[in-house]
């Protein structure tokens, strides 16, 4: 046997590589979706700004200045959203390594009697 065989023998692979990812089915997007405030929030306003135009031509008057304040609104209520969602996300993480963690007792919440004791 050649040099090149034995090592085209040992250069094989030991485990098969993994399967590619598989993308979520589109139910479980769109539920996520429709339990998301700030989507809702999106839809509702997308939909009060599309609609405006129709309604006026109804003959209710829609005034301009009041939609964006809305707009505005949904958009300040959408970003105060996503901060909640990503202080709640640190919050879970950080508990969740906390816990993984031995407890710290700071010093000063030690009784004055007490004595210090090397770990």
């Known amino acids: 046997m050649s040099d090149d065989t034995i090592t085209a023998r040992f250069r094989k ?3 098969p590589p993994p399967p590619p990812p598989k993308d979520p089915p589109v139910k479980d997007v769109l539920t996520q979706l429709l339990a998301s405030k700030k989507f809702l929030a999106f839809i509702v306003t997308a939909l009060v700004v599309v609609l405006s135009p129709i309604v006026g031509v109804l003959g209710f008057e829609v005034d301009p200045q ?3 304040l809305f707009v505005g609104a949904a958009a ?3 970003l105060s959203q996503g901060i909640a969602d990503h202080g ?3 919050a879970k993480i950080n508990a969740e390594s906390a816990a993984s963690m031995d407890p710290v007792v700071p010093h000063d919440t030690m009784a004055k009697d007490e004595p210090m ?3």
């Open 13 to 15: 692979p030991l485990l």
């Open 66 to 68: 009041k939609l964006a």
């Open 76 to 78: 300040a209520y959408i």
């Open 88 to 90: 709640a996300t640190a």
């Open 117 to 119: 004791v090397a770990l």
